[in-house]
């Protein structure tokens, strides 16, 4: 069946540092992309999202490019600030059936000034 | 525009007790999504709703839990007798219409589960 993998988690970093998100994928045809941010205490929200092959996704300064010769769709920000601390969800829509999100586990980021 | 709304917030019950989660969808939204994250791992799909009608309810555990969605708006997803590995945070989501390819899902914060 269709499947995520995300990196684990903690990852932590200084205030202004690079940040990588590791995200692979498996599944059958051609998926929609996506990366869900869950701050403390609140639900998930919609963070950015990519519907085809080298399309790249954007959003508060984060970015991710899906990337299908390498089932991959990493989330990368420049510059991190201690508000971005939360934890962030890959997730793929399959395109066919009843096109349900299937998640990866999650990775949390930790900022520190 | 109003958000998906859930309640209660939190929940704390024994085991073998029963315990039901309300979710009101954004307006207009025809597809309802009840998901269960438990501590560490992403959110699993429960049950889905286009309109009133079941969609896909594969992961649903039927013999304790049901979720019904009455005139395609407000849902409630119930739980009877709960376990201890139902303890979780239970998801609510909406979306205009699951055929859209491209149809974001929005969530609502979530009711959180301990089951004592």
């Known amino acids: 069946g269709n499947s995520v993998t995300q990196m684990e988690g903690p990852v932590t970093l200084s205030e202004e540092a690079f940040l990588t998100i590791n995200c692979t994928y498996t599944?059958?045809?051609?998926?929609?992309l996506f990366w869900y941010v869950q701050y403390p205490g609140e639900g998930l929200q919609l963070l950015l999202k990519a519907t085809k092959a080298d399309d790249k996704g954007s959003n508060k300064g984060f970015e991710a490019t899906y990337r299908k010769e390498t089932t991959s769709f990493h989330l990368e920000k420049g510059s991190v600030q201690v508000s971005d601390s939360a934890v962030y969800f890959c997730a793929l829509k399959e395109n066919t059936g009843f096109q349900k999100l299937v998640f990866g586990t999650g990775t949390r980021l930790l900022v520190s000034p | 525009e109003a958000g998906v709304a859930q309640s209660p917030r939190y929940k704390i019950i024994e085991k073998r007790q029963s315990v039901a989660f309300w979710c009101n969808p954004i307006s207009g939204h025809a597809t309802l999504y009840w998901y269960q994250q438990i501590l560490g791992q992403g959110p699993k799909l429960l049950i889905q709703?286009?309109?009133?009608?079941?969609?896909?309810d594969s992961q649903l555990p039927k013999d304790r839990f049901s979720a019904e969605r009455l005139k395609g708006v407000d849902s409630t997803l119930k739980i009877q007798p709960a376990k201890l590995e139902d303890s979780a945070v239970y998801l609510c989501?909406?979306?205009?219409?699951?055929?859209?390819?491209?149809?974001?899902?929005?969530f609502g914060p979530g009711t959180r589960l301990t089951v004592l």
């Open positions: 709703f286009q309109n009133n009608g079941v969609v896909d």
């Open positions: 989501a909406s979306c205009w219409g699951a055929r859209m390819g491209t149809d974001t899902q929005y």
């Open positions: 599944a059958t045809g051609y998926p929609s």
